[in-house]
């Protein structure tokens, strides 16, 4: 849908991993980036360095030698001005706007011309069905229209009308009677449009080549929630209900794919990120859903009769005395360093290249060894032949809850010298559920429930203090990342607790030698 590009880029960071991934993308359209160095007025900004920086980028993306001659804006949106001078400072963004007008070409677009628009993206309303966003490429489209549903050149056309046309005014969609190209529109009253599809007129049928959507990297597992305390929060349970919602997310979001298997629910998923967006306030599973969902594990793929992964770019930025325990994780989980760039200031960054399965887990263990302070993005890169050597797990174990009832304070407080606590007293528990991080690599099963044994004999001092650790707060992503493979996590509308796949202690054994 589009002419031009901004690649906004900090003046103190430089290119991110999630910038290498947009504009490859541009480049590859044929797309002469306009270069927009932002937030020049911050302590610490290196706005000459970003810009070599970002024609590195470019060189290493193979972009021409007109793409590699772009122009560069310097801006700070926080006080609102922009220059094309490194050296001076702005006094609105005026130059910003000329350098659009100046470097964007204008598209030639006739609106009496047949009508042509392709689907870029899309969007579901439980009222209308999918909608479909995407610009107008010439002639003029209406409600209740007659159209042909084209997916590709050489596809069979499929009559349809069109139910309503919106177009966005700010933030809002407002309903139009008519739009001309140029126009960036959606529609609704088509079920058979997907991403790439091209709309016409019935007696002009000139379908454009289908959009190629990246296919996903990830699968996870949903599957209904068995777990002993599954009734008590949430209204929705069954499979068919999960089902329904995961096919409603697939609907909007074409970068997720679905498929059915016994009775679990896979989900592949293009990128790494929450699978269920519409979460209201104070709930972690979506509009009352109780879930369990497994650990994530990539998607291989087999080209040229070779086995390939999923693999990232990595960009960390950590303290100088964190580095090396940074690397040592880094190395241990298959990542190869590209680059490394210290500031002068106390802090380096590291980039790497690291299979995707590297990551999964990678976010805990790194807030852990920079104590908070570290900065960490990547992004997806490409298919290549996988790393044929085992991939680091987990080092610790967990704490298991060998049978059901409420936590009590004192068995905690015996517990923690084995290790660090999910859970707080009062919370209910049930065997197989996982309540804390063991010390050691392997798993322990623990009576969480345990009271004191009291007597009629009179101690001859004061009863023991009971002092107890903070438990560590779960957050959805904490908890995916988490787990190993023979562990779920249970969602519901008001808590996320992790358990194994085996609740049974003799079940887990058996599978364990069934594994080996």
Same mark, same amino acid.
């Given at each position: ?309 999923? =693999? ?53 263990? =790194? ?150």
């Amino acid at each position: 849908m589009v002419d031009g590009v901004l690649l906004l880029v900090d003046a103190v960071e430089g290119p991110m991993p999630q910038t290498r991934f947009v504009t490859r993308k541009a480049l590859a359209l044929g797309l002469k980036p306009i270069v927009v160095v932002n937030k020049v007025d911050r302590p610490g900004a290196r706005a000459q360095w970003v810009v070599n920086q970002t024609f590195d980028l470019f060189d290493k993306l193979g972009a021409t030698e007109e793409q590699l001659d772009f122009p560069v804006v310097y801006a700070s949106a926080l006080e609102g001005w922009a220059t094309r001078k490194p050296d001076e400072k702005g006094e609105n963004l005026k130059p910003l706007f000329e350098a659009i007008l100046e470097y964007v070409p204008m598209r030639d677009e006739n609106p009496d011309e047949p009508l042509q628009l392709q689907i870029c993206s899309l969007d579901y309303n439980s009222y209308v069905g999918k909608i479909g966003i995407g610009r107008i490429r010439r002639g003029r489209i209406k409600a209740a229209q007659d159209v042909i549903v084209l997916n590709g050149p050489n596809s069979t056309p499929i009559k349809a009308k069109i139910n309503q046309v919106l177009m966005f005014e700010g933030l809002q969609r407002v309903q139009v009677e008519q739009a001309e190209a140029g126009d960036i529109v959606l529609i609704n009253g088509i079920d058979e449009i997907g991403v790439g599809t091209t709309l016409c007129p019935p007696d002009v049928p000139d379908a454009l080549p289908l959009l190629k959507v990246d296919e996903p990297t990830l699968t996870m597992n949903f599957l209904v929630n068995a777990s002993p305390l599954a009734g008590r929060e949430g209204k929705f349970l069954t499979s068919r209900q999960i089902r329904e919602r995961l096919e409603r997310e697939t609907k909007s979001n074409v970068a997720m794919r679905g498929r059915i298997s016994g009775r679990h629910r896979h989900l592949h998923r293009a990128r790494p990120r929450r699978a269920a967006p519409d979460h209201p306030a104070g709930e972690h599973a979506p509009r009352g859903l109780r879930i369990a969902v497994s650990r994530p594990r990539v998607i291989y793929k087999e080209v040229g009769g070779v086995k390939h992964e999923p =693999f990232e770019v990595l960009t960390v930025d950590v303290e100088d005395a964190n580095q090396g325990g940074v690397m040592e994780e880094l190395g241990r989980r298959r990542g190869e360093l590209l680059d490394m760039q210290p500031d002068g200031k106390g802090r380096v960054r590291l980039d790497y290249r690291i299979p995707a399965r590297g990551l999964i887990g990678f976010q805990g263990e =790194f807030m852990t060894l920079t104590r908070g302070t570290g900065i960490m993005s990547h992004v997806f890169d490409e298919y290549a032949p996988a790393k044929a050597d085992q991939m680091a797990e987990r080092r610790n174990g967990v704490l298991i809850s060998q049978d059901d009832g409420a936590i009590v304070a004192y068995a905690i407080w015996k517990l923690q010298e084995r290790g660090r606590m999910f859970v707080s007293p009062g919370e209910p528990v049930y065997e197989g559920m996982i309540v804390g991080i063991h010390s050691r690599d392997n798993d322990l099963t623990v009576n969480p429930i345990r009271t004191k044994q009291l007597t009629n004999i009179r101690a001859s001092g004061k009863d023991e203090a009971i002092d107890l650790v903070p438990p560590i707060g779960l957050t959805l992503e904490y908890a995916v990342e988490f787990i190993a493979d023979d562990e779920l996590v249970e969602i519901t509308p008001k808590s996320i607790r992790l358990r194994k796949r085996f609740l049974k202690e003799h079940e887990r054994k058996r599978e364990s030698r069934a594994a080996a």
